[in-house]
């Protein structure tokens, strides 16, 4: 079974530019989320999705971050503009609601803002 | 104070037993879990234990959870080079999960 895919693993760009991370789920997998990874930090979760619905996106920086999940698969998370304080790693996690705990991890994406 | 803390560093030698310990605040989730992160990777499930659980043994692991004190353990045994990595405690269910700050684990030879 393949795991949680995310690209592209590494960005650097300069701050106020945009930018765009995927993540493609386990297959089957319905719940996907994205957690944000600061440095010397736990991750942090920014936004979970049921399918194409959002079940919490709470501690998401709406101003300049957006997330979809159109066709309950693959997500994509966006940053527009980008500051130096969202330089992290951003994970992608999936797991099988209702039958299991369990949240897959996939390798994530190193972003640097300069 | 976080919600849930851990300590940051752990320096053991090879072959001995390593103790991570965690506490955390909120006692209401279902699943207390231990992630491993090495460098350049997602994080990885190692273990997890039911919250009315006191213990769980899993090949060299053994998780602790004292509830009255909420205070979470895992114990590495016979602890390897290839065990060098960022430790996460983590409380959750079948929801989102809230991590530490992780724990560094450095053995040497």
């Known amino acids: 079974e393949a795991g949680v895919a995310q690209s592209p693993r590494y960005k650097i760009i300069e701050k106020r530019q945009s930018v765009a991370f995927w993540c493609n789920p386990i297959?089957?997998?319905?719940?996907l989320y994205w957690y944000q990874q600061i440095l010397g930090q736990g991750p942090k979760l920014l936004i979970q999705?049921?399918?194409?619905?959002?079940?919490?996106d709470s501690q998401l920086p709406k101003d300049r971050f957006s997330a979809e999940r159109l066709k309950g698969v693959d997500s994509t998370l966006k940053i527009q503009p980008a500051k130096l304080e969202d330089s992290a790693v951003y994970l992608c996690?999936?797991?099988?609601?209702?039958?299991?705990?369990?949240?897959?991890f996939g390798p994530g994406t190193r972003l640097t803002v300069l | 104070g976080e919600d849930v803390e851990q300590s940051l560093f752990l320096s053991v030698r090879e072959g001995d037993s390593s103790v991570i310990n965690c506490t955390y605040t909120?006692?209401?989730?279902?699943?207390l879990y231990w992630y491993k992160q090495e460098p350049g990777a997602g994080l990885q499930l190692l273990t997890y234990i039911f919250s009315n659980m006191d213990m769980k043994q899993d090949q060299r692991l053994t998780v602790l959870l004292n509830k009255k004190d909420k205070h979470l353990s895992l114990r590495i045994a016979d602890t390897q080079t290839g065990d060098s990595a960022i430790y996460f405690c983590?409380?959750?269910?079948?929801?989102?999960?809230?991590f530490g700050k992780g724990t560094m684990l450095l053995v040497s030879p």
């Open positions: 983590a409380r959750g269910g079948y929801s989102t999960l809230t």
């Open positions: 297959s089957g997998h319905a719940t």
């Open positions: 909120d006692s209401s989730s279902t699943y």
């Open positions: 999705f049921q399918n194409n619905g959002v079940v919490d």
């Open positions: 996690a999936s797991t099988v609601p209702g039958q299991g705990h369990e949240q897959f």
